[in-house]
C-alpha cells in the first residue's frame, strides 16, 4: 500500500502532542515493523508501507528529514505554464463555466501577460483561477450583447477582465550606468532579476547597507569590499580613495528581505564601478559568492535564474565555472538565447561586465597623497571661519 502525508512542513506540536514524534516512529524501516498506536493500544506492520510526503518548503525537522529520500521538482518554466493552460486549463475553464468549444480564445500573448503580471506562484493553481474569472467575465458580456460569440481576448482586453496589473517582473536597463549592477536571485516562486546599486560620497572610509539585507549577504558585502581594497592598485583605485569616501550599497525593493551569499560578484562589480567611474553592461547579469581571493563560488537555483535573465531582456550571464554541470537541466531553448559564460576569478567577471577593463597604476600614483586645497590669498580669517561651517 501507498500513504501519501500531504503538506508535511505544516505540522505543528501542540500541548496534545507532537505528530513529528510519532512520524519518526512511522517513518523508520527500523521500526516501522511493530508502531503501536497509543489510542487503540494495538501495534500495526507498516513495513511494507510506502510513504509519499510532499512539502513546499524544508522547514521540516531534522531527524524526520533524515528518514526521507528528498526529491526536488521545480517549478514550471513559463513555457510550461503557457502549454497547460492551452492544453488543459483554458478547455477546462470554458467547459465549466458553460461556454462552447471556440466561443472563447486566449491568445498566448495574453496567457503570457496573466502568467507574468497576474500571478506569481510555481505552479498554476493561481494561472487558473484568472482564466476562470476571464470565463466568468465574458460568459457575462456575451449574455448582456457586449461581446460577440467567438470573440479572442488579447493582451489589450486583460485590464478590463482582470483589473489593474498585480506583479512586475524585472526588466533590463536600457543603458550602462555607474555602480548599477543586475544580479540573479532566486524565491520559492521562480526566479528574479536583483538590482544592486553604489555610490560613493566623501567621507572616512565607512559602509552603509541598505535595502532589507540578511546577515549572509551583508557579510558578502564586506567580503567583496576587501577584495576591491586589496587589488586596488590593479584596479586603477589609488589607496587613499577608501579612507576618503563613504560607500552606499541598496538593493531596491526594501520591503522585500533578502539574503544569501550568491550576489558577492555583483556587489564586488558595482564597489569597482563607483570606484573607477567605469559603467556596468545593462545587458550582463551575473550570479556567484565572491571569496577573499577573488574566487567564484557555486551557487543554487541556477535554472530558475537563467529563466529570470531571459525573460528579462539579459544577453549575457556570468556563472561559476563549477555550475557548468548545472546547465544539463536547463532547456535548450534558454540557452540558445543566452550568451553563458563560466567563470573562476572576479578578474573574468570585470572584463566582461565593465565597459573597460581598470587601467593598473603605477607605484606613485597608488601612493601620491590626497591633492590639497590652498586658500585663495584674497580670502581672510573671516572667509576661513565661515568655509569651516560649511562642512
Not at 149 to 174: H, I, M, Q, W
Not at 341 to 355: P, Q, R, S, T, Y
Request: proline residues 5%; contains cysteine.
Amino acid at each position: 500500500p501507498v500513504i501519501m502525508l500531504d503538506e508535511i512542513d505544516k505540522i505543528g506540536a501542540s500541548y496534545q502532542g507532537d505528530p513529528a514524534s510519532a512520524l519518526l516512529e512511522v517513518l523508520d524501516p527500523e521500526q516501522n515493523h511493530a508502531f503501536n498506536d497509543h489510542y487503540l493500544e494495538v501495534d500495526y506492520d507498516l513495513s511494507d508501507v510506502m510513504f509519499v510526503c510532499t512539502s513546499n518548503t524544508m522547514n521540516i525537522p531534522t531527524p524526520l528529514l533524515d528518514r526521507m529520500e528528498v526529491i526536488r521538482i521545480p517549478g514550471y518554466t513559463e513555457d510550461e505554464k503557457l502549454n497547460i493552460a492551452l492544453r488543459y486549463l483554458l478547455p477546462k475553464q470554458v467547459k465549466v463555466n458553460g461556454l462552447k468549444k471556440g466561443e472563447i480564445t486566449l491568445s498566448e500573448a495574453a496567457i503570457i501577460d496573466i502568467i507574468r503580471y497576474y500571478t506569481r506562484e510555481a505552479g498554476v493553481r493561481a494561472l487558473e483561477r484568472e482564466i476562470a474569472k476571464v470565463c466568468r467575465k465574458m460568459v457575462k458580456k456575451i449574455a448582456l450583447g457586449e461581446a460577440e460569440s467567438g470573440t479572442e481576448v488579447g493582451p489589450d482586453g486583460l485590464e478590463d477582465l482582470l483589473g489593474v496589473r498585480k506583479f512586475n517582473y524585472g526588466v533590463a536597463e536600457e543603458e550602462n550606468k555607474i555602480g548599477q549592477v543586475t544580479g540573479l536571485a532566486w524565491t520559492s516562486v521562480g526566479g528574479e532579476l536583483l538590482t544592486i546599486e553604489a555610490a560613493a560620497v566623501a567621507g572616512k572610509g565607512r559602509y552603509v547597507k541598505t535595502g532589507s539585507l540578511g546577515d549572509v549577504m551583508q557579510e558578502s558585502i564586506q567580503a567583496a569590499s576587501t577584495v576591491v581594497r586589496s587589488r586596488s592598485q590593479v584596479l586603477g583605485i589609488p589607496a587613499r580613495y577608501h579612507d576618503a569616501h563613504d560607500l552606499h550599497i541598496h538593493v531596491p525593493e526594501g520591503a522585500t528581505p533578502k539574503d544569501g551569499p550568491s550576489a558577492g560578484i555583483a556587489m564586488c562589480t558595482a564597489l569597482v564601478s563607483v570606484a573607477t567611474q567605469i559603467p556596468v553592461r545593462a545587458d550582463v547579469a551575473m550570479t556567484g559568492e565572491i571569496t577573499l581571493r577573488g574566487e567564484v563560488l557555486p551557487i543554487g537555483g541556477l535554472k530558475e535564474k537563467l529563466l529570470a535573465a531571459r525573460r528579462g531582456g539579459i544577453k549575457t550571464v556570468i556563472i561559476p565555472r563549477e555550475n557548468e554541470r548545472d546547465l544539463k537541466e536547463v532547456p535548450d531553448k534558454i540557452k540558445e538565447d543566452l550568451e553563458i559564460v563560466a567563470v573562476k576569478w572576479i578578474d573574468e567577471v570585470l572584463a566582461i561586465a565593465l565597459e573597460k577593463t581598470p587601467e593598473p597604476l603605477n607605484d606613485d600614483d597608488y601612493l601620491a597623497p590626497a591633492p590639497t586645497r590652498q586658500p585663495a590669498a584674497s580670502e581672510g580669517e573671516e572667509g576661513d571661519e565661515a568655509r569651516m561651517n560649511t562642512h
